[in-house]
C-alpha cells in the first residue's frame, strides 16, 4: 500500500495527519509507463523484421533455381535468415507480454497498523515533539480477507 501522509498543524499545537491512499493512482502509472515502453521497444525491433522476411523469401524464390554452385548453402541461409526473424519475432511478443503489469493481488490491510507504525517512526525521528494518535487501537480494515 503506498500512502500519502499530510500534517497540518492545529491551533491547539497538536497536528492532523491525513492520509490519502495513493496505491492505485502509483500503479496506474507504473502500468502505463510499462506498456508505452513495451510498445516503443517491441515496434523499434518489429520494424525491421518484415523487410528482412520478405527480402529473404524473393531472394530464395528469384534465385534459388540460378544458384548452381552452391545451392544447399544458399538454401540454408535463407532458411537461417527466415528462422532467426520468427525467433526474434516470438522474443518480441514474450517481451511485450512479459512487460505487461501483473494483476493486482488484493489482501486485506489493517489501517490502523500502518498509522502505528508511521507515528513510531516520525516519534524516532523527532524524538524532541510530543506525537499522540487516536483511534488507532481497533484494527481499520481495507480491502478483502
Known amino acids: 500500500m503506498n500512502l500519502s501522509v499530510r500534517m497540518s498543524p492545529e491551533a491547539d499545537g497538536g497536528l492532523v495527519l491525513t492520509f490519502d491512499d495513493m496505491t492505485k493512482l ?10 508505452d515502453v513495451a510498445r516503443r521497444i517491441a515496434h523499434e525491433i518489429k520494424n525491421p523484421l518484415t523487410p528482412i522476411q520478405l527480402s ?3 531472394l530464395r524464390k528469384k534465385y534459388s533455381a540460378e544458384i548452381t554452385s552452391d545451392p544447399d ?3 540454408k541461409c535463407t532458411d537461417t535468415i527466415l528462422r532467426q526473424v ?13 512487460a505487461r503489469m501483473p494483476t493486482p493481488r488484493m489482501a486485506y490491510a489493517d489501517i490502523s497498523e500502518v498509522a502505528r507504525s508511521t507515528v513510531f517512526a516520525q516519534r524516532l525521528v523527532f ?15 481495507l480491502g478483502q480477507r
Do not use: L, Y
Open 56 to 58: 529473404a523469401e524473393r
Open 73 to 75: 548453402t544458399f538454401a
Open 26 to 35: 502509483i500503479s496506474a502509472q507504473r502500468q502505463e509507463a510499462w506498456k
Open 127 to 141: 524524538p524532541d515533539v510530543r506525537i499522540e494518535v487516536e483511534g488507532v487501537d481497533k484494527p481499520i480494515a
Open 86 to 98: 520468427a525467433d526474434i519475432g516470438r522474443m518480441v511478443d514474450e517481451f511485450s507480454s512479459f
